[in-house]
């Protein structure tokens, strides 16, 4: 059985442990080593991921009974606007309702703060967009943004009307 649990800072040992099983599968088929590796130090060392929390990211963590399987964060961006910045899950729980059950529980949440919509961002190469439209995304933008060293992401970005 599914549950979800709000991530604190001392979570962030998790948070990486899960990134690093989860980040390489899902991304060597359509980004460089090279840019992953710049990607995980920019976003998952875990000097960014308190600062994430500290500037308003829920995370949350997704178990499987007492297995830890993925995780999530999200932000409102502005009034009645949120974000859902991360959402990974295990590749081996994939297909079996957590990536849905994360969301449900994402827009439960941010339902309680008056929200309108929630956006996420997607790669374009992801086979998880088709995942996101089967929930009621729609894409709304294309983004190219510069994340240094040569780097970009080239992204949908998605939005939910809640």
Not at 63 to 89: C, M, N, W
Not at 99 to 118: H, M, N, T
């Amino acid at each position: 059985m599914l549950r979800i649990r709000k991530a604190t800072i001392s979570d962030i040992g998790l948070i990486r442990e899960l990134t690093f099983k989860v980040w390489p599968q899902t991304y060597t088929p359509i980004i460089s080593r090279e840019q992953i590796d710049f990607m995980l130090g920019m976003m998952y060392s875990e000097t960014s991921l308190q600062k994430q929390m500290n500037e308003g990211c829920q995370f949350i963590l997704v178990y499987d009974e007492t297995r830890p399987v993925g995780f999530a964060s999200y932000q409102e961006i502005e009034p009645s606007v949120f974000k859902l910045h991360k959402i990974y899950v295990l590749i081996s729980q994939q297909g079996k309702g957590a990536g849905r059950f994360v969301i449900d529980f994402v827009i439960s949440e941010i339902k309680k703060r008056d929200a309108a919509s929630l956006l996420l961002q997607v790669n374009r190469n992801n086979p998880a967009k088709l995942f996101y439209e089967k929930l009621g995304f729609t894409s709304i933008d294309e983004i190219d943004a510069d994340i240094g060293q040569g780097y970009f992401m080239n992204d949908y970005v998605m939005e939910m009307k809640v």
